[in-house]
């Protein structure tokens, strides 16, 4: 049987004589795996359509113990992302939490638009990488079940103080006067941000800008924040930190 969804290649694995395993994170069914036969070969049609980051629109055929890319129809291959090192990094990061977190055998339409959108920022210079490393982190926490607490003080209700104090474990947050246990202080400047991470429409969420002092708090919050939900380190974290 055949089917077409839109996808991305989030990961390869070379198997075989010139065979690619790919991973894909496809907007109809979720992760997926699917070999793309001889694709290693520069002459096969695969080859260009096939790497890493290349988005489009595939068509698979469902064998009995495996599937197979049948097709792609190529649409965009974030060829930016290789001129750079970091954003290299940065966007397989990006690639192995999809992996980790998106869903299986179900739409995924809201992981596959958080993806695409940031790839795309982080692609063509768009928005500071720090930032969008810190959108990704905590807007990814929301949709897999883990949003943190920020409507208010977890103690008073209180909406706004400046400074105000979040609990990265439990995602509470205090007001001011009550600081709760086990927080750290973050400035309004900070909250604000995580709050329209985690509250605004998909369409405006990357209008948000921040300065570098924001930045600074808001990437110690967020990769603590979500690492702490999935309970896992990441390779390709440790990587981007070291050339960072
Ligand atoms: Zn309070």
């Known amino acids: 049987m055949t089917f077409s969804s839109d996808a991305i290649v989030l990961k390869i694995t070379k198997t075989g004589e010139s065979d690619r395993l790919l991973t894909l994170l496809t907007r109809d069914r979720g992760i997926m795996k699917a070999f793309a036969k001889a694709a290693d070969r520069p002459k096969n049609k695969l080859h260009m359509s096939t790497n890493l980051f290349c988005y489009g629109r595939f068509t698979f055929y469902e064998g009995v113990k495996s599937t197979k890319v049948e097709e792609c129809d190529l649409n965009e291959t974030f060829y930016n992302l290789q001129s750079d090192i970091g954003k290299l990094a940065l966007a ?137 939900a999935i309970k896992r380190n990441f390779r390709t974290l440790d990587f981007y930190k070291t050339i960072k």
């Open 92 to 228: 397989q990061y990006f690639n192995e939490l999809m992996i980790e977190t998106a869903p299986v055998e179900t739409d995924a339409n809201e992981y596959l638009r958080l993806l695409l959108n940031t790839l795309y920022f982080l692609a063509n210079d768009k928005k500071n990488p720090r930032f969008l490393k810190s959108l990704f982190e905590m807007r990814l926490s929301s949709m897999i079940g883990y949003m943190p607490s920020l409507v208010g003080c977890k103690e008073c209700g209180e909406f706004e103080t400046d400074p105000m104090f979040f609990n990265t474990e439990s995602g509470e947050l205090f007001c001011n006067f009550c600081k709760g246990t086990g927080t750290k202080m973050f400035s309004l400047d900070t909250v604000t941000s995580m709050r329209h991470i985690v509250f605004s429409d998909f369409e405006k969420l990357y209008s948000l800008s921040a300065d570098e002092k924001t930045l600074d708090s808001l990437e110690t919050v967020t990769e603590k924040y979500l690492l702490n």
